[in-house]
């Protein structure tokens, strides 16, 4: 059973997370929905696949007001991130939803028309919610070719989709990361294979070192909070990545 | 929840219709094809008569009718390949309202919460159904209906069919050509009304399926 969780309260200002789900089928990768709340407005990043619809509306609505969920934020174009689109206008067919430009023509297969989505310059893009201002960073390439990450200053988090990934054990799924040696080794494996360049890498770890990150809030796995972010960055920037790149040449696996 | 729509007697889209639809639309266009053979047989029936002279003027003037009934046929079959058209695109479009409709019934909704968010939805998707089923209903039938009109121009056919063999016994040197033909014809004329025959099983047996 998915739970909503609350990450961040200000006055009105709040993050909350839907997390965890042990009882989910198991060829499904589990994924967490984060809620940016602000005043009466609520912004719902990577809702998730279709197959999960069901607990996550359940967990959500649970303890939140579906109906104040205006936006949705893609970071990407997987169906682990937004395949559920046509189940959430199903809900309310208002609803708009974020995503990077490059997948205007592609994201409408799962749903949608041409209100609904809102195309997000590769520069990255000012999201206003409820009176304040969200940030839609670029981070492209990493994986998706068309991938923005999304920055609250306000609450210093940074909704990072697949960066920060890590595929846990189910004994090792607690919510924030507590031992940052013990959690990488299952971020490894993931980022070497699906993020496919360094510049890409390096690009994103210099923009993430020079912004206030007090949580780093991936879209699998355990939240990196305080040192354990900066950590995070220092470790991905050294990582050699593109492995799938090495599996096809041996020479090159060699080399590396 | 499962037992409202029970209660209100929606029949479920299953994949199912959807085979037995593709099975239906691919009968048509066999029949449409056999059709298509009959309508240039007693054309080519009508050209020999032609060379027998004033012998076959009895022949000829079935052959003449069983070419108007093999474009009656063929236009009726046209008929009913808009109507599957029209048919496979609204049983998958129910696929797809059904298949909806169950995720949202999969959210838990012991919360009363939930509930009043969902009922009204849920209750939406349902009337929705009920519509597309019951346009699905009047497709079925209209497309029974114009299988009926074909069977009955495929009975015309036969007893055209089988005058045109008597008749042929008077085409004088080309009697035996002129049998065969029409021999042949009764052939086509009989696989046409078999197909057609199993269609309507095919469509009585999809509109069961489809209640239950
Ligand atoms: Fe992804
Ligand atoms: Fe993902």
């Given amino acids: 059973m998915k739970r909503l969780e609350t990450l961040y309260s200000e006055g009105r200002h709040q993050w909350l997370v839907i997390a965890r ?44 007001d579906p109906r104040q ?14 395949s559920s689109l046509s189940l959430w206008l199903e809900f309310n067919p208002a609803l708009r939803c974020y995503a990077s430009q490059i997948w205007d023509s592609f994201l409408p297969h799962f749903g949608g028309d041409e209100h609904t989505f809102i195309g997000l310059p590769d520069a990255g893009a000012k999201i206003p919610l409820g009176g304040i201002e969200l940030e839609a960073v670029p981070a492209h390439y ?60 390096l690009n994103w770890c210099e923009r993430a070192a020079a912004m206030p990150i007090d949580l780093l809030c991936p879209q699998h796995g355990a939240i990196y909070q305080g040192a354990d972010v900066m950590r995070f960055i220092n470790w991905f920037s050294e990582l050699e990545v593109g492995s799938g790149l090495r599996a096809t040449r041996p020479e090159l696996k060699q080399a590396a | 929840m499962n037992s409202i729509v029970e209660a209100a007697n929606l029949p479920l889209a299953r994949a199912a219709d959807l085979h037995a639809i593709v099975r239906i639309g691919e009968d048509i266009r066999g029949v ?21 002279g004033e012998a076959a ?69 349902e009337q929705e159904m009920g519509q597309l089923a019951f346009h699905l209903g009047q497709l079925r039938r209209e497309l029974d209906q114009v299988a009926r009109h074909a069977l009955r121009l495929c009975d015309m056919g036969l007893s ?18 002129l049998k065969q033909v029409a021999a042949h014809q009764t052939e086509a004329i009989e696989s046409v009304a078999a197909t057609l025959r199993g269609l309507r099983l095919e469509l009585a047996g999809e509109r069961a399926g489809a209640r239950t």
């Fill in chain 1, 69 to 82: 969920v205006r936006w949705l934020f893609a970071s990407h174009q997987d169906p682990d991130v937004i």
């Fill in chain 2, 160 to 177: 055209l069919s089988r005058s045109a063999r008597v008749e042929a016994a008077y085409g004088g040197e080309s009697a035996p050509v």
């Fill in chain 2, 32 to 52: 449409m094809g056999t059709a298509r053979a009959v309508n240039l047989a007693a054309m080519n029936a009508m050209l020999a008569s032609r060379r027998s």
């Fill in chain 1, 142 to 201: 990493l994986h998706s070719s068309g991938n923005l990450h999304l920055y609250d200053a306000k609450a210093k988090i940074l909704f990072s989709g697949d960066v920060g990934a890590a595929l846990l054990p189910v004994e090792e799924s607690a919510l924030f990361v507590t031992d940052f040696d013990r959690h990488i080794r299952h971020a490894d494996g993931f980022h070497r294979r699906f993020m496919g360049s360094r510049e890409a890498v």
């Fill in chain 2, 57 to 125: 003027v009895g022949f000829r003037v079935a052959a003449l009718e069983l070419r108007g009934m093999a474009a009656g046929l063929t236009e009726a079959m046209a008929g009913l390949s808009r109507l599957v058209f029209g048919l496979v695109r609204d049983v998958a479009l129910r696929m797809h309202k059904q298949r909806t409709h169950d995720y949202f019934q999969r959210v838990e909704n012991t919360d009363p919460k939930t509930v009043a968010y969902l009922d009204p939805l849920i209750a939406r998707q």
């Fill in chain 1, 21 to 64: 789900d042990p009882d989910r089928p198991n060829v499904l990768i589990d994924t967490n929905e984060y809620l940016v709340v602000h005043g009466n407005e609520a912004l719902l990043t990577d809702p998730g696949g279709l197959e999960i619809f069901p607990v996550v509306f359940a967990a959500l609505a649970a303890g939140f």
